[in-house]
Nanobody, 110 residues
Framework: QVNLVESGGGLVEVGGSLRLSCTASIQFAGRTMGWYRQAPGKQRESVALATANGDTRYADSVKGRFTISRDSARKTLYLQMNNLKPDDTAVYYC?????WGQGTVVTVSS
């Protein structure tokens, strides 16, 4: 069993920033991890991936605004979110293999 705990969500105004964290109960070096989000009434979508070899991939909607990073020593995955927009409002989840965190809520007010 792998536990993933997200934190850092909250209420922010348009144009603001937040940094999400996801701490794993195991070492995840060598494994791909990702951030996903699910807005009300919509399907869960991939936001950003950090692959085992250091590559990063982003959804078109967040490119240039979001940055994914990982600290293997701290067993923590991060998502820096800048210039937030109302469409970024969602529950954000981190994922490692088939395991998901419980989610953290991000609300962007206009």
């Amino acid at each position: 069993q792998v536990n993933l705990v997200e934190s850092g969500g909250g209420l922010v105004e348009v144009g603001g920033s937040l940094r999400l964290s996801c701490t794993a109960s195991i070492q995840f070096a060598g494994r791909t991890m990702g951030w996903y989000r699910q807005a009300p009434g919509k399907q869960r979508e991939s936001v950003a991936l950090a692959t085992a070899n250091g590559d990063t991939r982003y959804a078109d909607s967040v490119k240039g605004r979001f940055t994914i990073s990982r600290d293997s020593a701290r067993k923590t995955l991060y998502l820096q979110m800048n210039n937030l927009k109302p469409d970024d409002t969602a529950v954000y989840y981190c994922r490692l293999d088939r395991f998901w965190g419980q989610g953290t809520v991000v609300t962007v007010s206009s």
